[in-house]
């Protein structure tokens, strides 16, 4: 599959070729689902857009039932940035239900497979994305990461995806999922394609109340810096052999490249879980409350009002989503908000405060993405199984800092992906570690 950066020095005819190739390609490989529609109309280089950012004139549904019908009334930010620098968004790629999941098994359009292995899930809840762009049937795409939907599925479908610093690209036009965590990312081929995606989407946005004010200077990444890199014994130990595998070859893939290896311990991550899960809920069950058959997309059909909100909410949402605005709701009711939701910030603080200290030793954190490879469809018995595989993922989310996931290893055919962590606002060095990872893993 053509590269990004090749993709954009192709003269206009050979674009409208490719965008045509791409959607039969698409079409032949229709039973994976990545894409819930196409759209060959726009103008310049094809790509796959998430569900749940808004593009004018698009029926955009966070692939649930509830927004059936909603049509986009203006481009987010994001999407007005790319139509800026000659790309087109191509097609709206499927995901779990509001990008609440791992496995993009909760969407209303029904589940996406994994391209590596059909009998799998791509990972969530950006796996459309991601499947799309490892079948070859995107050139690149756009995700969002709450707790690891980017890197996730990157990592189980062997391409890259990267989450930038809370507030370095700007949510307007992104369905809010959990307010204080949600980022829109890149997802490629390589590191160099991330790198341009990035460097479009970033920067501050006056229409984003959450966008960072600081200025968002280009990165240009540069593989041959020297890094102190940390590893975290006391994440791996329980990580699965095909994991643990991969951390040791991206160590000695790392030093082969002059990089300093510095052993640091994070706080166990059952704390993140439970920090994130409550803080996520909680803001899930406020953001939610807008979908009420008035403003957009389903309405039941009732005949008075209350019955009307009551009726649309229940046949509107899924089983996920409405399991998360109960909970959600509890944790911010009276009576329980300071021993659950204030608890949670408190913890949050503190996983914030440890990442900070580890950065005064270290330039970038090597981890983990998720504890095993891409996992069998239906293997997650119950959520809190499911909640428990995003352990490596969303403490970065928490504190709000930049990662990058990359495929590493392989085992049985299946991809392994491996996470750097940075500092906040420092995606350069991210870029120069992961482009540095990248080339010795390559080569
Ligand atoms: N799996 C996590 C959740 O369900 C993360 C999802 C995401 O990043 N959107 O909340």
Redesign the pocket.
């Known amino acids: 599959m053509i590269t990004l950066k090749e993709a954009l020095e192709l003269p206009k005819e050979e674009l409208a070729a490719l965008k045509q190739d791409l959607a039969k390609k698409a079409q032949e490989q229709k039973e994976l689902n990545a894409y819930i529609a196409l759209d060959e109309a726009g103008e310049g280089v094809p790509i796959a857009i998430k569900d749940n950012i808004q593009v004018d004139g698009w029926e955009v549904t966070c692939a649930s039932k509830i927004l059936q019908g909603y049509i986009a009334p203006y481009d987010a930010t994001v999407i007005a940035k790319l139509k800026g620098a000659g790309l087109a968004p191509f097609g709206r790629t499927n995901m779990?239900e509001f990008?609440?999941?791992?496995s993009t098994e909760t969407s209303y359009y029904g589940k996406t497979l994994n391209p590596k292995d059909p009998s799998r899930v791509p990972g969530?809840?950006s796996g459309g994305s991601a499947a799309a762009v490892a079948a070859g049937i995107a050139i690149a795409a756009l995700g969002?990461?709450?707790?690891?939907?980017i890197r996730q599925p990157a990592a189980f479908c062997g391409i890259v995806g990267m989450k930038p610093t809370y507030g370095r690209v700007s949510r307007y036009g992104l369905a809010a999922?959990g307010s204080s965590l949600d980022q829109i990312g890149p997802m490629t081929q390589n590191v160099e394609d991330a790198v341009h995606l990035y460097n479009i989407i970033a920067g501050h946005d006056p229409k984003d109340s959450t966008s960072a004010p600081v200025e968002h200077t280009p990165v240009t990444p540069n593989p041959d810096r020297k890094l102190r890199i940390g590893i975290v014994p006391n994440y791996i130990k329980d990580a699965s052999p095909a994991v643990q595998k991969a951390y040791d070859k991206a160590i000695e893939a790392l030093k082969a490249e002059g990089h300093e290896i510095v052993e640091i311990a994070l706080m166990d991550a059952k704390y993140d879980i439970a920090s994130y899960y409550i803080t996520?809920m909680a803001e899930a069950s406020t953001n939610l409350s807008r979908y009420d058959g008035v403003r957009y997309g389903y309405r039941a059909e009732t005949g008075n009002l209350k019955e009307m909100y009551l009726k649309t909410r229940s046949e509107g949402f899924g089983e996920e989503v409405k399991r998360r605005i109960l909970l959600g709701t509890f944790v911010l009711s009276s009576g329980y908000y300071d021993a659950y939701y204030l608890k949670a910030q408190k913890a949050r603080h503190l996983i914030k405060d440890e990442y900070d200290k580890a950065f005064e030793k270290v330039d970038l954190i090597l981890s983990p993405v998720a504890p095993d490879v891409a996992f069998e469809f239906g293997a997650m018995k119950t959520p809190l199984q499911m909640?428990l595989s995003?352990a490596y993922t969303?403490g970065v989310n928490l504190a709000g800092l930049p990662a990058i996931s990359l495929p590493v290893d392989e085992m049985d055919g299946l991809p392994v992906g491996l996470q750097l962590i940075g500092r906040a606002f420092d995606e350069q060095t991210l870029f120069d570690g992961a482009s540095s990872l990248e080339r010795a893993i390559r080569s």
Request: glycine share 22%; hydrophobic share 20%; no cysteine.
């Open positions: 779990d990008a609440m999941g791992s969530g809840s969002s990461d709450t707790g690891g939907s999922y996520a909640y995003d969303i």
